[in-house]
């Protein structure tokens, strides 16, 4: 694992870096699709820069509901202290990807509708970035140590160099080397999405096929490896299945759905 590195009195989080080369690479290719579509880059950058911040802020939310507000506040208590460093390592941790991706599309949303923009053409064209930032954030998380997979014996495990705490709360006295790698999976999983959305963008038969496409692709990849991701005691479930797995259930449905109805109304 690697922590990341220190500039001055600032601590820059590997996945605080992922973060940032995630919305980057995103910013870049999404300016170079508008570009191909003839449309101006900057409402690109308009674009990213709302699905960041209300990426951020949903992830967050997301995640002081499932898991509390003790990092939450106590980032407000290091700001107060003005003590920035570790408000921002604070605030920045334990961010949820499906509470960013619904607070990121309302952002956009609402720019969208404020700018007279065409929503499913615009969909369309950040479906694939929506799996390629996933991907590497995935990267950040592997990097942290952070959304391990369950012990396991197999061949299909990595090795954890250090105990983790939530590990040996839920094993008490077991010693844990071994899990699964799913940080790893959804990594491969996201980037896979994102070659094949990615590659079909100018062969779209209809507005929003993509972005149907993308619910469906992720929704499965991620309610699977849930199976396999180990879960905090304080995590939401309810028959057996996680919080995450619900909207992935939502998504697939969703996706198959909408991809059905708007290929019939426009075919």
Not at 34 to 39: A, F, I, M, R
């Amino acid at each position: 694992m690697w922590q990341g590195f220190n500039i001055g009195g600032w601590h820059i989080s590997s996945f605080g870096l992922m973060m940032f080369l995630a919305f980057l690479s995103c910013n870049i290719l999404i300016r170079k699709t508008l570009k191909e579509k003839n449309v101006k880059p900057s409402i690109g950058d308009d674009v990213i820069f709302w699905a960041a911040v209300g990426g951020i802020l949903g992830a967050k939310f997301y995640s002081v509901i499932e898991f509390g507000a003790d990092s939450f506040f106590a980032g407000f208590g290091y700001l107060f202290k003005a003590e920035f460093a570790k408000a921002i390592e604070s605030l920045g941790s334990g961010l949820v990807f499906y509470g960013g991706l619904i607070g990121g599309l309302i952002a956009v949303s609402i720019y969208i509708y404020r700018n007279k923009l065409s929503w499913l053409e615009y969909a369309d064209v950040v479906a694939p970035l929506l799996a390629l930032g996933h991907a590497i954030g995935r990267i950040g998380c592997l990097l942290v140590g952070d959304d391990y997979g369950i012990p396991t014996d197999s061949i299909f495990g990595i090795h954890i160099p250090n105990p983790i705490p939530s590990f040996e709360y839920a094993f008490p006295g077991q010693i844990v080397e071994y899990v699964y790698p799913t940080q790893i999976y959804e990594m491969v999983a996201y980037f896979l999405i994102f070659a094949y959305l990615y590659s079909f963008r100018h062969k779209v038969n209809f507005k929003g096929e993509l972005f149907f496409e993308y619910l469906f692709l992720t929704g499965i990849s991620r309610f699977l490896i849930e199976f396999i991701r180990f879960h905090d005691y304080d995590s939401f479930e309810f028959l057996g299945l996680y919080g995450a797995q619900y909207i992935s259930l939502l998504m697939i449905i969703a996706g198959i759905i909408c991809h059905y109805k708007f290929r019939k109304k426009y075919n």
